[in-house]
């Protein structure tokens, strides 16, 4: 008896994969965050890299389980490149571990307003390229830069790329989870 060989992806669950690429500061850490803030708000603190970061364990436990329960990835896309993997994720608790892209020099986020310059921007200009009917949300609060935001949103449609700039005082928040929730899985119109 032949050995039964994988299934192939189905072209469904292909077109319903989606691509997280999640930045830190300002997204999952806001800071500084008054003390009635991190009570009402369920905030923890941490320590890393030298660093002390406020975070909602709920967010935290929200990426956990869409990657556990859904078609999606997550790819840390911060200029805490590597430091995500070996810092963050033991200290935030996460029972994944998440791939990095690895910020190439020491601009940080110096260019995030120049969507040629910024390395983010690159990031995502090649994994789109890469990825030709691939599906991401892209989180960075400098994703509020105007004309990063405008270029990205005039080439790729809302369908393929949903950009999620949080305030960086704020990071996400349940309203942005829900965004998120739906651009991965849109209801079936009737």
Same mark, same amino acid.
């Given at each position: 008896? =032949?050995a $039964?060989?994988?299934?192939?992806?189905?072209?469904?669950r +292909? %077109? !319903?994969?989606?691509t997280?690429?999640?930045?830190?500061?300002?997204?999952?850490?806001?800071?500084?965050?008054?003390?009635?803030?991190?009570?009402?708000?369920?905030?923890?603190?941490? !320590?890393?890299?030298?660093?002390?970061? /406020?975070?909602?364990?709920?967010?935290?436990?929200?990426?956990?389980?869409?990657?556990?329960?859904? %078609?999606?990835?997550?790819?840390?896309l911060?200029?805490?490149?590597? !430091?995500?993997?070996?810092?963050?994720?033991?200290?935030?608790?996460?029972?994944?571990?998440?791939?990095?892209?690895?910020?190439?020099?020491?601009?940080?986020n110096?260019?995030?307003?120049?969507?040629q310059?910024?390395?983010?921007a690159?990031?995502?200009?090649?994994?789109l390229? =890469?990825?030709? /009917?691939?599906? $991401?949300?892209?989180?960075?609060?400098?994703?509020?830069?105007?004309?990063?935001?405008?270029?990205?949103?005039?080439?790729?449609?809302?369908?393929?790329?949903?950009?999620?700039a949080?305030?960086? $005082? +704020?990071?996400?928040?349940?309203? /942005?989870?829900?965004?998120?929730?739906?651009?991965?899985?849109?209801?079936?119109?009737s």
């Amino acid at each position: 008896m =032949a050995a $039964a060989t994988p299934s192939p992806t189905s072209a469904r669950r +292909q %077109e !319903r994969h989606v691509t997280v690429f999640l930045d830190v500061d300002g997204v999952l850490n806001s800071y500084p965050v008054p003390k009635l803030r991190i009570m009402a708000e369920g905030r923890k603190k941490l !320590r890393a890299w030298d660093y002390e970061l /406020h975070y909602r364990p709920a967010v935290i436990a929200f990426f956990d389980r869409l990657v556990e329960t859904h %078609e999606v990835d997550v790819v840390w896309l911060s200029t805490w490149s590597q !430091r995500c993997k070996t810092e963050l994720e033991p200290k935030f608790g996460l029972r994944n571990s998440f791939a990095v892209i690895e910020m190439p020099d020491e601009t940080h986020n110096r260019y995030a307003d120049d969507p040629q310059l910024w390395w983010k921007a690159r990031a995502m200009e090649d994994w789109l390229a =890469a990825h030709e /009917h691939g599906r $991401a949300v892209w989180i960075d609060d400098d994703l509020a830069a105007p004309t990063t935001r405008e270029y990205f949103i005039e080439r790729y449609a809302p369908s393929r790329l949903k950009l999620i700039a949080p305030d960086f $005082a +704020q990071g996400l928040t349940k309203a /942005h989870l829900k965004e998120i929730r739906e651009f991965a899985y849109p209801k079936e119109d009737s």
